[in-house]
């Protein structure tokens, strides 16, 4: 069973305004990732993180931004979200063993930018 | 980068029926995972495959590992209501830098 949370688990902003997405896990997993997903549709990296103070950007480019300074938390920043923001992000974190990297998600946050 | 091509995109069945999905992709993968998504949730793990050929169950659902590394399915036995969802495959290469690739997923709809 995976211990991974994101808060809020909703949202409803207005363009402008400055927002934090947070993701945190209890299991002390190094790897976590964010992902960007439009309803039904499939899922989409945008940022990823190998350990503290390790960010990269994935592979959809994102105008968020993210940081890593505690093991267990990986919040998503956006200084000025705007309605193309709007969409669900899902964190993610994993252990890899044995080459075996299982993802474990968090529930997402749905953002709505109006 | 590596593109999975999963498919069907939706699916329409009778409670009681089996259901197959699969996933294909033009790269070799040496991890293939599938995941299944309820609205409103993240993605849940169903069944992880680590070698090629392997065959493993988890209750009514069982997925493989394609021989060629190349490709995975997925089945649901005898599905019910609560089978409905997106379900998602996603290979990884093992030690590389990139991470899991998402396929589009496919959407179940399980009708009484």
């Known amino acids: 069973e995976a211990d991974i949370y994101q808060t809020p688990r909703y949202l409803v902003i207005g363009t402008g305004k400055k927002i934090t997405l947070e993701c945190s896990q209890t299991?002390?997993?190094?790897?976590m990732y964010w992902y960007q997903q439009d309803p039904g549709m499939e899922l989409h990296l945008i940022h990823y993180?190998?350990?503290?103070?390790?960010?990269e950007k994935g592979d959809l480019s994102s105008e968020s931004t993210v940081s890593r300074i505690r093991t267990e938390h990986f919040p998503l920043t956006l200084e000025s979200a705007r309605p193309s923001h709007t969409s669900q992000y899902l964190c993610?974190?994993?252990?890899?063993?044995?080459?075996?990297?299982?993802?474990?998600f968090g529930a997402g946050t749905r953002l709505s930018v109006l | 980068g590596q593109q999975l091509n999963q498919s069907p995109q939706s699916m329409f069945i009778q409670e009681g029926e089996d259901v197959s999905m699969n996933c294909t992709s033009s790269?070799?993968?040496?991890?293939w995972l599938w995941y299944k998504q309820d609205p409103g949730e993240g993605p849940v793990l169903l069944i992880a495959?680590?070698?090629?050929?392997e065959l493993t169950s988890n209750g009514r659902l069982t997925a493989q590992f394609g021989i060629t590394r190349k490709d995975s399915f997925l089945n649901i036995s005898a599905s019910i209501p609560s089978d409905v969802g997106i379900y998602f495959c996603?290979?990884?290469?093992?030690?590389?830098?990139?991470?899991?690739?998402f396929g589009s997923g496919t959407q179940l709809t399980v009708l009484p």
């Open positions: 993610a974190s994993s252990e890899p063993r044995q080459g075996k990297n299982i993802q474990y």
């Open positions: 299991m002390g997993h190094d790897k």
């Open positions: 993180s190998y350990g503290v103070n390790s960010t």
């Open positions: 790269s070799i993968f040496n991890t």
């Open positions: 495959l680590y070698k090629a050929g």
């Open positions: 996603a290979g990884q290469l093992t030690g590389s830098a990139r991470q899991l690739t």
